[in-house]
C-alpha cells in the first residue's frame, strides 16, 4: 500500500470558491448564513451539493434521516468504505464554515482524485449528516446519533421545533426523506474535517488541529412556574418571580462552571420569558443549560450540584421547577490509528499541528461509537464561531483539506 506524496494537494481555490457558493444559500443579515435544518434553504444546500456530487459521477444514497452519501467507487467493491463529511445545516446567526468545511473539504478530495485518476481499494462516501446543529431540533448530532444507535428513528422524528413543527414533518415537506434504513451503512473509518471554534490553533500559530478526544456535553431544560402579576401593584414579598429564579440560576451555572477551570464550560444560551410582557412579572421560564467538559467525573458533579442549587432558589422564590435531559453525549477519545493518520499526513505535509481537544461536538463524536474515526481541524478567527463573523483563511482550509485527503487516502489505500 503507497502513501500519498507530499505533493499530492486538493486544488484550494476550487474549495474556496464551492465555500463561497454555498455560503449564498441561506444568508444570515451580517455576512455569515442562516440554513436551518429541514428549511427550504437547507433542500437549496442539498440539491446544490447534490449537483456537484452528480457532476463527479458519485453514486447518491439517502437514509430516513435525510442524510447524504454520496459514492466514489474503490477496485474492490466489497471492501468496506471510507467515510467523509460533516453537515450543512447552520445555527440561525451561523458561520459560513462550521459543518459545511467538511463536507465540501469532502468533496474536493474526490474532485482531486478524479481529475488525477487515483484509485483506492475502498469506496470513498462524502456525507451529509442531518440536523448537526440542533438549535431547530434538539438535541444536537441528531442524525448522526439515529445512525450510531443512540437515538431512535421515531424519537427523532416526533421532535419539535418553536412552532411546534416536527422533524418528521418538516423532513417530509423538503422531500429529503430517503429509503435507506438508518444505520445499515458499515464504515471502514470515518474522517471529520472541521474548524476549531476556539482560540487555540491561531494563538499557538498552528495550522492543523490533531484531535484526540472531544469533551462531553449535557443540556438540562430547566422549566421555572411562579405567578404572572403585575410590576407595578405587587408588593416584592409577594412576588413568585420566575425571571429572577432564572437569573440566579445563571449565576449558579456560572459558578460551578468556574469552580472546575480550565477544562469546563457551561452557560446558558436559549431562554423562553412567558408571557414576556413589560410589565408582568414572569410566571414562567424555560431555558436550557449547557454543560461541557472532557471529563465524566467533572460533567457529573456540574450536574448535581446544578440539581441541588436550581432546588434551593426554586423553593427560596415559592417557584415550582422541573428539569428534562435534552441533550447528551459523553466524553469521547478518538481512535489512535485514525489520529495517527492524522498526525501523519500533518507531518508529510509539513504542516504545524498539535493535539487538542474538541470543545464543542460533531457528528465524529457520535460516528466513534460505530466506526474508528477521527477528526480534523483548522484553525479560525479569534476562535469565533456560531456567529456570522466566523471567518477563516483560504489556506487554513486548504491545508486542513490537505491532512483529509492524505489522511483518507491511507485508510482508502491508493492502488
Ligand atoms: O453544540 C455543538 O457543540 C455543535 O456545534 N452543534
Ligand atoms: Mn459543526
Ligand atoms: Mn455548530
Not at 369 to 390: F, Q, R, W, Y
Request: proline share 4%.
Amino acid at each position: 500500500m503507497s502513501t500519498p506524496a507530499a505533493n499530492l494537494k486538493i486544488n484550494s481555490s476550487r474549495l474556496w470558491e464551492s465555500l463561497m457558493e454555498m455560503a449564498k444559500i441561506g444568508p444570515g443579515v451580517a455576512g455569515g448564513n442562516n440554513r436551518q435544518t429541514l428549511t427550504d434553504e437547507d433542500a437549496e444546500g442539498r440539491e446544490l451539493f447534490k449537483k456537484w456530487c452528480d457532476k463527479e459521477s458519485l453514486e447518491m444514497g439517502v437514509d430516513k434521516m435525510g442524510t447524504m452519501f454520496a459514492r466514489r467507487e474503490g477496485t474492490d467493491p466489497n471492501a468496506l468504505p471510507v467515510y467523509v463529511g460533516s453537515h450543512l445545516d447552520t445555527q440561525p446567526t451561523g458561520g459560513k464554515y462550521d459543518g459545511v468545511l467538511g463536507v465540501l473539504g469532502g468533496l474536493e478530495i474526490i474532485r482531486t482524485l478524479n481529475e488525477l485518476d487515483i484509485k483506492t481499494k475502498h469506496p470513498i462516501v462524502v456525507v451529509n449528516f442531518t440536523n448537526e446543529e440542533g438549535t431547530r431540533f434538539a438535541p444536537p448530532m441528531m442524525a448522526s446519533g439515529v445512525f450510531a444507535g443512540v437515538h431512535e428513528l421515531q424519537w427523532a422524528y416526533d421532535r419539535k421545533d418553536a412552532a411546534g413543527k416536527t422533524f418528521g414533518e418538516e423532513i417530509n415537506r423538503i422531500g429529503w426523506i430517503g429509503d435507506e434504513e438508518v444505520g445499515s451503512r458499515k464504515m471502514h473509518a470515518f474522517f471529520e474535517l472541521h474548524i476549531e471554534q476556539g482560540p487555540i490553533l491561531e494563538a499557538e500559530n498552528k495550522d492543523i488541529g490533531v484531535v484526540t478526544h472531544g469533551q462531553g456535553l449535557n443540556w438540562i431544560q430547566v422549566t421555572l412556574t411562579g405567578r404572572e402579576s403585575h410590576t407595578g401593584s405587587t408588593p416584592m414579598p409577594m412576588r413568585k418571580n420566575a425571571g429572577l429564579g432564572m437569573a440566579r440560576i445563571t449565576e449558579l451555572v456560572q459558578e460551578i462552571a468556574m469552580s472546575h477551570q480550565p477544562s469546563a464550560v457551561g452557560g446558558i444560551g436559549q431562554c423562553d420569558v412567558f408571557p414576556n410582557s413589560r410589565n408582568i412579572i414572569p410566571g414562567k421560564v424555560v431555558f436550557t443549560i449547557d454543560f461541557r467538559s472532557p471529563s465524566f467525573d467533572v460533567q457529573d458533579d456540574m450536574e448535581t450540584r446544578l440539581y441541588e442549587g436550581a432546588k434551593k432558589i426554586a423553593s427560596d422564590l415559592d417557584l415550582n421547577v422541573e428539569f428534562e435531559k435534552v441533550g447528551h453525549f459523553d466524553p469521547v477519545t478518538f481512535d489512535e490509528g485514525c489520529v495517527d493518520k492524522v498526525r501523519r499526513a500533518a507531518e508529510r505535509l509539513g504542516y504545524s499541528h498539535k493535539n487538542i481537544i474538541s470543545g464543542a461536538g460533531h457528528d465524529a463524536c457520535w460516528i466513534n461509537k460505530v466506526a474508528p474515526t477521527a477528526m480534523i481541524m483548522c484553525p479560525c478567527v479569534d476562535g469565533l464561531s456560531h456567529n456570522e463573523a466566523e471567518e477563516i483563511s483560504e489556506s487554513w482550509a486548504s491545508a486542513g483539506a490537505d491532512v483529509l485527503l492524505h489522511a483518507v487516502l491511507e485508510a482508502a489505500e491508493i492502488v
